[in-house]
């Protein structure tokens, strides 16, 4: 299951709106003959991939799938009929399919007679690669990730607005590698007009770019970078984050990055619109400057937004923190 997670996350972003799945084919003996993972929409999904690398050796052997193979006939054929093809005795897989079209896939293997078993490093999965597309299965929405870099009085930028920079060199290049597995940035036009940011993936070996999304009702000035040919951009002329978010669904996207500044923030965190924090915390003080977060809806801590964190680590210099919304504040 290891490798199959790890063949899930090399095609993070690559997939959507299908899931990033990885498969790990054994032969009966228990050898390694076939890995794959899901391909861009309307290609082949992981099973079918891992299948044809594997061959006749899957025959009487076991496939390891992060998600439970799907049953139902859509761009592509059925993953199950692909398994019992192949004559594959066992499946082991990590989490059930939450979509009611195309879940249903252990049973049809079962009724087969192929030994199923379910639920094998399952938090690891849900919370890895699959995460948002689970997300996007179950709500109907993309999974909204707030990304943002402060320093540790919370201040974004200075009081004379000069922000560059904030994190370090290593935070924003962990930033750039983020970019290229997500499916879309989001800003607002004060961003556009304050910064005039590029919203690309930078850096070596970079072969894709998410869409790059704005969000306001302003027009974007000429010469703004997010008007170059470097990726695509879509100006969603609204301030209402359901709409947004529609919007992305309709185009596909299940991963976002939501990456504006603490008006636009703000408005997603009052909505219930984020599901995950990633803060970027630098050594720094400044003691005055626009904060990480306005109007988020609090008036009282009594209503302040609950998080859960679940991670903490270093960046270089400074503090990662991986923080989700708690589910009566996300699902609504």
């Given amino acids: 299951m290891a490798r199959a997670i790890a063949a899930s996350a090399r095609v993070r972003g690559t997939t959507s709106p299908n899931p990033p799945v990885g498969c790990v084919v054994l032969d009966a003996a228990g050898e390694l003959v076939g890995e794959g993972a899901t391909r861009p929409p309307g290609q082949a999904h ?4 891992a299948l044809a690398r594997a061959g006749e050796r899957a025959r009487g052997g076991t496939a390891v799938v992060t ?5 139902h006939q859509g761009r592509t054929p059925p993953c199950t009929d692909a398994l019992l093809r192949a004559g594959v005795a066992r499946v082991v897989h990590a989490v059930a399919d939450p979509n009611p079209k195309a879940a249903g896939g252990a049973q049809v293997l079962r009724a087969a007679g192929v030994v199923v078993e379910s639920g094998l490093r399952a938090e690891e999965v849900a919370l890895g690669p699959l995460r948002a597309w689970l997300h996007f299965a179950r709500t109907g929405r993309p999974h ?7 320093t540790l009085d919370g201040r974004t930028a200075a ?4 922000s560059r920079w904030i994190s370090s060199a290593e935070s924003r ?13 989001v800003v607002g036009t004060g961003t556009v007009l304050a910064d005039n940011p590029r919203l690309t993936a930078r850096g070596e070996g970079v072969t894709r770019q998410p869409l790059r999304v704005v969000v306001g009702e302003s027009d974007l000035p000429p010469g703004s970078h997010v008007l170059d040919d470097e990726a695509e951009t879509v100006h969603v ?3 209402d984050p359901d709409e ?10 299940v ?3 939501l990456e504006g500044g603490p008006t636009l923030a703000g408005a997603f965190v009052r909505a219930g619109r984020v599901d995950r924090v990633l803060a970027y915390v630098a050594p720094k003080l400044l003691g005055a400057g626009p904060p990480a977060l306005r109007d988020a809806g609090v008036s009282t801590v009594t209503d302040a937004v609950e998080l859960v964190v679940e991670q903490v680590g270093m960046c270089g210099p400074d503090v990662r923190v991986s923080a989700t919304i708690a589910a009566t504040t996300s699902e609504g």
């Fill in 46 to 49: 992981a099973e079918v991939v």
């Fill in 67 to 71: 998600l439970e193979p799907c049953s």
């Fill in 144 to 150: 909204v990730t707030w990304k943002y870099a402060a």
């Fill in 159 to 162: 009081e004379d607005g000069t």
């Fill in 173 to 185: 290049a962990e930033v750039h590698g983020l970019r290229t597995a997500i499916d879309a940035i």
């Fill in 237 to 239: 002329r609204t301030h």
């Fill in 244 to 253: 947004v978010l529609a919007e992305l669904a309709r185009r596909g996207a």
């Fill in 255 to 257: 991963d976002v990055l």
